[in-house]
């Protein structure tokens, strides 16, 4: 008889981290109520689906709001979304993006360089992919995967990402000079949850695309995660291009948090301020965040 554990992505590697590897205080958090959330998050349990559907569907009207407005007067918007794996960031862009019209609305999300893309200027790849007038454009992770993953996993040296920082600053303010409405969210995760999560795309047929070696390797990583994520928000948040670092434990509260700070972020027309509301304070700030 076939182990069921040999159709498990990697062999199941992510159910024996969970099981003997993992920290003790996460391996008694995912033996937990699935219903209570970490105990750090400012929130005991997920909002309820019914005030999340009421909350999102207004939110949806204002996102088409400012779509028109971003056809009619020509504006690019580029949203840039950040975290660590399995912190929503894919679920969140998904929101945003299911009543806007997809002709003028596209995600980004690039894989491993070419070799010839290797070879360039590290940003020109993405400014390849930046929004014409009348765009909207997602990027699901962006150029910091060189401030995050090639430090930790050393696909850069530490030259070139010491070059990345020193670049930074001066490639966003050049497209936020040139009109481009530039916004950054960055999405964390308790450790237990994104472990939870890692568990349940790997007992998923539907999810294991989700899940690649990165993903295996990097559970162990966490601390090395955390100072990259740390150095790099803090290099990398500027009064023209601030971060919006959001908790994630709560996908639904994550979402319309998400939405909230990108509209608010936005002059656009018709603008209904009651429904927008504002972003929730006690999971959303700038990179301080994550020192709270």
Not at 124 to 139: K, S
Not at 154 to 177: K, P, S
Not at 206 to 224: N, Y
Not at 276 to 283: F, K, W
């Amino acid at each position: 008889m076939t182990n069921p554990i040999d159709s498990l992505p990697f062999d199941g590697a992510i159910s024996r981290y969970a099981e003997a590897d993992a920290p003790k205080d996460v391996r008694q958090a995912l033996a937990g109520d699935r219903d209570i959330l970490d105990p750090d998050y400012p929130y005991a349990e997920p909002l309820a689906h019914d005030e999340y559907r009421a909350q999102m569907d207004a939110l949806q009207i204002e996102l088409a709001k400012m779509q028109a407005w971003a056809k009619s007067s020509g504006a690019r918007v580029a949203i840039v979304f950040e975290g660590r794996d399995a912190a929503g960031k894919g679920g969140t862009i998904k929101r945003f993006r299911e009543n806007l019209n997809p002709r003028g609305a596209r995600v980004v999300a690039l894989g491993k360089p070419t070799e010839t893309e290797a070879g360039q200027w590290y940003f020109q790849r993405y400014a390849a992919h930046l929004p014409t007038a009348g765009e909207i454009v997602f990027f699901d992770r962006s150029w910091y995967n060189r401030g995050v993953v090639e430090s930790v996993f050393d696909f850069a040296t530490n030259t070139q990402r010491q070059h990345f920082f020193a670049q930074v600053g001066d490639f966003e303010r050049l497209l936020t000079d040139d009109g481009i409405h530039l916004l950054k969210i960055w999405l964390t995760v308790s450790r237990a949850e994104q472990l939870r999560r890692f568990l349940k795309r790997e007992r998923d047929p539907l999810k294991h695309w989700k899940l690649s070696r990165i993903d295996v390797d990097g559970l162990a990583l966490w601390d090395a995660y955390t100072l990259a994520i740390r150095e790099t928000l803090s290099r990398s948040h500027s009064a023209h291009a601030p971060w919006t670092v959001i908790r994630a434990d709560d996908k639904r509260r994550a979402r319309l948090t998400a939405i909230r700070s990108v509209l608010s972020g936005l002059d656009y027309d018709h603008r209904d301020d009651a429904a927008l509301g504002v972003p929730d304070p006690r999971i959303s700030a700038g990179p301080g965040l994550l020192d709270a």
